[in-house]
């Protein structure tokens, strides 16, 4: 079993960047690398969509944020991070990671993960 926390929220202007980074622990660095990972975010009141995610060196992200987030991973710092550049007032909400051996066709379906971090608030005025 892996633990994620999740790091790096906090509040900026439209426009603005923001580094989200998720440290896993109790995890080999074999059994990191062999992790798929993802990013998902959830609005207040809405449900938790799939942002990106990562498997090995294909990612795969949703059109929302498609030219603006980068989703990459340290497997030596056992680190999952999501750049995120051209922050947008419909970009607030949490943020979450999570990781599993597979993660589905496009990993970016909720379901298909057992492990996820508490969340870090992100939140962009305009």
């Known amino acids: 079993q892996v633990q994620l926390v999740e790091s790096g929220g906090g509040s900026v202007q439209a426009g603005g960047s923001l580094r989200l980074s998720c440290a896993a622990s109790?995890?080999?660095?074999?059994?990191?690398?062999?992790?798929?990972m993802g990013w998902f975010r959830q609005p207040q009141g809405k449900e938790r969509e799939g942002v990106a995610a990562?498997?090995?060196?294909?990612?795969t992200y949703a059109d929302s944020v498609k030219g603006r987030f980068t989703i990459s991973k340290d497997n030596a710092k056992n680190t999952l991070y999501l750049q995120m550049n051209n922050l947008k007032p419909e970009d607030t909400a949490m943020y979450y990671c999570?990781?599993?051996?597979?993660?589905?066709?496009?990993?970016?379906?909720?379901?298909?993960?057992?492990?996820w971090g508490q969340g870090t608030q992100v939140t962009v005025s305009s």
């Open positions: 999570a990781a599993d051996w597979y993660c589905g066709e496009s990993g970016l379906g909720s379901s298909d993960y057992d492990y």
């Open positions: 109790a995890a080999s660095r074999y059994t990191y690398r062999s992790y798929c």
């Open positions: 990562i498997d090995d060196d294909d990612t």
